[in-house]
């Protein structure tokens, strides 16, 4: 009998959204409303003067830099399976764990937590990036609303078991 290749999803699979192209309806404004409220309430935080021209100029940076972040981190995970499939007759378990339950096998979490890790330093570097131009914030303040758009918006949703 021939062994049978599989070839597992990450937690937003692309062939989902090639069926279900309406799922973007939700995932876009989505990611918008999380990525403008982080911003504005670390503005707030920062108690900054001038928040409506910070976010004026800075929400449509941040939202579109965020998905090429969390391309990264699904680039990560789709690595991982890939990488694990040569091995599959010794990591079955933990192939299917990486990229289903994190929280399955102790190398699966410590691959999931890589990848939300790697993702969160993309958003990091590229907001600190986007925010060069950006002569309204201090450099504290950059790296402050880098550092929690980083933390908060990073990919968690990887930690999700997407069936046991």
């Known amino acids: 009998m021939k062994k049978q290749t599989r070839v597992y999803n990450v937690i937003l699979p692309v062939w989902l959204l090639?069926?279900?192209?309406?799922?973007?309806?939700?995932?876009?404004?989505?990611?918008?409303?999380?990525?403008?409220?982080?911003?504005?309430?670390?503005?707030?935080?920062?108690?900054?003067?001038?928040?409506a021209a910070v976010m004026k100029r800075l929400w449509w940076k941040f939202w579109l830099l965020g998905f090429a972040a969390d391309a990264v981190?699904?680039?990560w995970m789709f690595f991982g399976a890939?990488?694990?499939?040569?091995?599959?007759?010794?990591?079955?378990?933990?192939l299917r764990y990486i990229m289903h339950d994190p929280f399955g096998h102790?190398?699966?979490f410590l691959w999931?937590?890589?990848?939300v890790a790697l993702a969160g330093v993309c958003i990091y570097l590229f907001d600190q990036r986007?925010?060069?131009?950006?002569?309204?914030?201090?450099?504290?303040?950059?790296?402050?609303?880098?550092?929690a758009m980083a933390v908060v918006t990073a990919p968690w949703l990887f930690f999700v078991p997407t069936y046991r």
Do not use: Y
């Open 82 to 94: 890939m990488l694990a499939i040569p091995f599959e007759d010794i990591w079955e378990d933990t």
């Open 18 to 51: 090639v069926l279900f192209p309406q799922l973007l309806i939700f995932v876009i404004p989505g990611n918008l409303l999380v990525d403008c409220a982080v911003l504005s309430l670390t503005l707030l935080a920062l108690k900054h003067t001038q928040k």
């Open 106 to 108: 102790p190398a699966a």
């Open 112 to 115: 999931t937590l890589a990848g």
């Open 130 to 147: 986007a925010m060069r131009s950006c002569e309204l914030l201090t450099r504290r303040e950059r790296h402050v609303t880098a550092l």
């Open 73 to 75: 981190g699904v680039a």
